[in-house]
């Protein structure tokens, strides 16, 4: 048996959200993952923000390619569309999903493996086409499925469970995406929840390509010392840019900060990003000056987290094909077929 799942009945008292249901109602069945697998925190974070951000549980659709990570979906969101692809292909089906019903909240979710390997080439065109999704990548940094070889996220220098020094340069999504046209861009980690679950929510609320990057210890083969995608490590070095509160455009605005210490972003939907600066300025809106501070990090060492980039009017693929405005999967034979004189011109047009 692969998944186990778990009872149906709540405790009557559990708190509803605005769309009538408890966040036990956007849980999954039973994790079968390693204890202490970073995955089953993000998994936790998805759950969170879907059920604060009072999503129908059956308006989502959630896609992922193969590894741990891509199992991750079965323990979160069981009662929305999913669709588990082939290795590395999960971002064509999510680009033929999205384009048939533009309707839907599209997750992707992915592994180190699955996305900066086998599915590198789909991974840059996704991006590019500016899919409106949140894509995630558990990214430990091994192929944690097939027993922990290095993937192509590996810092080079980081050391194997069994002692090798991995000699391959890393790949880093982030830059990657952002080179790519992704909208929204950030990183994060399975350790900090006070961090991801927001940025998740305001990932979800973005009208374009969101992807975050989430370093996620493999507890079983890349978590011991040397690593860099270790639990001891990110918390080492994690130097997070700025910590965001996500509010929706129809919530009240509660909080207050000291001027100075915040930057407001407004999104085209009216919703509010407050991002709280951590010491240094930074502005997440300068896409060069975002590769670059990304860039100085790795050069030296440091996990650069937070919300790296965003682009407040974020055009997506709808708008650049120009399609109409209904789902395409809800147009009928009457809107689809031009009829008989219309083809009859068109074939005359031609001859
Ligand atoms: C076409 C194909 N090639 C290779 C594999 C073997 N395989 C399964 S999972 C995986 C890598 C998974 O790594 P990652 O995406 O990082 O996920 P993790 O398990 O680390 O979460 C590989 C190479 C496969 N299933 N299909
Ligand atoms: S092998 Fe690693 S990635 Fe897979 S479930 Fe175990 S800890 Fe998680
Ligand atoms: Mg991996």
Same mark, same amino acid.
């Given at each position: 048996m692969t998944y186990i799942a778990k009872p149906r009945l709540h405790h009557p008292s559990l708190v509803k959200n605005k769309a009538g249901y408890t966040r036990r109602d956007y849980e999954g069945a039973?994790?079968? $993952?390693?204890?202490?697998?970073?995955?089953? !925190?993000?998994?936790?974070?998805?759950? %969170?923000?879907?059920?604060?951000?009072? *999503?129908?549980?059956?308006?989502?659709?959630?896609?992922?390619?193969?590894? /741990?990570?891509?199992?991750?979906?079965?323990?979160?969101?069981?009662?929305?569309?999913?669709? &588990?692809?082939?290795?590395?292909r999960m971002p064509s089906v999510m680009t033929g999903a999205n384009l048939a019903n533009k309707n839907l909240v599209y997750m992707g979710v992915s592994g180190d493996g699955? !996305?900066?390997? #086998?599915?590198?080439?789909?991974?840059?065109?996704?991006? +590019?086409?500016? =899919?409106n999704?949140?894509?995630? *990548?558990m990214n430990n940094g091994v192929y944690g499925l097939t027993k922990g070889q290095f993937s192509a996220t590996a810092d080079k220098g980081s050391i194997s469970k069994k002692g090798v020094a991995n000699s391959d340069e890393s790949i880093d999504l982030v830059s990657l995406a952002i080179l790519m046209g992704a909208t929204f861009v950030g990183r994060s980690f399975s350790g900090d929840k006070h961090q991801l679950v927001p940025l998740i929510k305001a990932a979800m609320d973005h009208k374009g390509a969101a992807f975050l990057d989430v370093i996620s210890p493999c507890v079983a083969f890349n978590n011991h010392p040397g690593s860099t995608k270790?639990?001891?490590?990110? +918390?080492?070095? &994690?130097?997070?840019? &700025?910590? #965001?509160?996500?509010i929706e455009s129809r919530d009240e605005i509660t909080t207050s900060y000291d001027?100075?210490?915040?930057?407001?972003?407004? %999104?085209?939907?009216?919703? $509010?990003? +407050?991002? +709280?600066?951590?010491?240094?300025?930074?502005?997440? !809106?300068?896409?060069?000056?975002?590769?670059?501070? *990304? %860039?100085?990090?790795?050069?030296?060492?440091?996990? =650069?987290?937070?919300?790296?980039y965003v682009n407040a009017s974020p055009k997506d693929l709808h708008h650049h094909l120009n399609?109409?405005?209904?789902?395409? &999967?809800? $147009?009928?034979?009457?809107?689809? /077929?031009?009829?008989?004189a219309a083809l009859d011109r068109i074939n005359a047009s031609l001859r």
């Open positions: 039973v994790s079968t $993952l390693c204890a202490g697998c970073g995955h089953d !925190s993000i998994s936790a974070a998805i759950i %969170q923000a879907s059920y604060e951000l009072d *999503v129908l549980p059956h308006q989502i659709a959630k896609l992922s390619g193969i590894g /741990c990570s891509s199992k991750a979906p079965t323990y979160f969101l069981g009662a929305s569309h999913g669709f &588990n692809t082939v290795h590395g699955d !996305s900066a390997s #086998i599915g590198l080439g789909q991974f840059a065109h996704i991006m +590019r086409r500016g =899919v999704m949140t894509y995630i *990548v270790s639990y001891d490590y990110v +918390r080492e070095h &994690n130097e997070a840019l &700025n910590r #965001i509160d996500f001027p100075g210490s915040v930057t407001t972003v407004q %999104q085209h939907d009216g919703s $509010l990003l +407050r991002l +709280r600066k951590l010491g240094e300025e930074y502005d997440p !809106s300068d896409k060069v000056a975002a590769m670059k501070r *990304v %860039q100085e990090g790795m050069q030296e060492g440091e996990v =650069v987290t937070g919300l790296l399609t109409v405005d209904v789902p395409l &999967n809800t $147009l009928g034979d009457a809107e689809l /077929c031009p009829g008989g």
